[in-house]
T-cell receptor, first 113, second 115 residues
Framework: GESVGLHLPTLSVQEGDNSIINCAYS??????FIWYKQESGKGPQFIID?????DKRQGQRVTVLLNKTVKHLSLQIAATQPGDSAVYFC????????????FGKGTLLTVNP | DAGVTQSPTHLIKTRGQHVTLRCSPI?????VSWYQQVLGQGPQFIFQ???????GRGNFPDRFSARQFPNYSSELNVNALLLGDSALYLC??????????????FGEGSWLTVV
């Protein structure tokens, strides 16, 4: 079956540290991946995406790394701030779907001041 | 510019009742998708509509239906509500109907509680 899983359900970091959130996906045919941030009581907020023809993509304070060999995705957040505290989801267009995203369960990131 | 807007934000229904949830996509976006998010889990795909046509359907019973209007807004209907339908219902919009380099934006969701 198709699934997107996370290695760490919770992550606690100190303000100013770098955070790394990991995600494993099982469908090797997936070719598009997205990271979303979801704060309590709100909808998912787009952070960054990456296509399978890339290994790395950088945004503002965030970097996504894709390792297709081991089917692993990670989100790196530089200089983590209290406002980064949220649940982070990775999502994939499972099997190369043109219309459907498959989400993992999420990782709760807590930033301690 | 307004993002994806959904209504109502919260509602409570009784088992067996029917509910209609509404979504307005970002201006210029032609694709709308619906997802269900149960507490503590990631969103689950329900439907995608593009140019008023259903392009995809997730593993949900026929009690769930949706449609997209000429102005690209959308409704999600759920009949014969069950307790297990209690969830956050998310609407997402994108400019095109295909995933892949086509940023998908979510609304804040409609919280449905079935009692």
């Amino acid at each position: 079956g198709e699934s997107v899983g996370l290695h760490l359900p919770t992550l606690s970091v100190q303000e100013g540290d770098n955070s790394i959130i990991n995600c494993a996906y099982s469908n090797s045919a997936s070719d598009y991946f997205i990271w979303y941030k979801q704060e309590s009581g709100k909808g998912p907020q787009f952070i960054i995406d990456i296509r399978s023809n890339m290994d790395k993509r950088q945004g503002q304070r965030v970097t996504v790394l894709l390792n297709k060999t081991v089917k692993h995705l990670s989100l790196q957040i530089a200089a983590t701030q209290p406002g980064d505290s949220a649940v982070y989801f990775c999502a994939e267009n499972s099997g190369g779907s043109n219309y459907k995203l498959t989400f993992g369960k999420g990782t709760l990131l807590t930033v301690n001041p | 510019d307004a993002g994806v807007t959904q209504s109502p934000t919260h509602l409570i229904k009784t088992r067996g009742q029917h509910v209609t949830l509404r979504c307005s996509p970002i201006s210029g976006h032609k694709s709308v998708s619906w997802y269900q998010q149960v507490l503590g889990q990631g969103p689950q795909f329900i439907f995608q509509y593009y140019e008023k046509e259903e392009r995809g359907r997730g593993n949900f019973p026929d009690r769930f239906s949706a449609r997209q209007f000429p102005n690209y807004s959308s409704e999600l209907n759920v009949n014969a509500l069950l307790l297990g339908d209690s969830a956050l219902y998310l609407c997402a919009s994108s400019f095109q109907g295909t995933i892949g380099g086509n940023t998908i934006y979510f609304g804040e969701g409609s919280w449905l509680t079935v009692v």
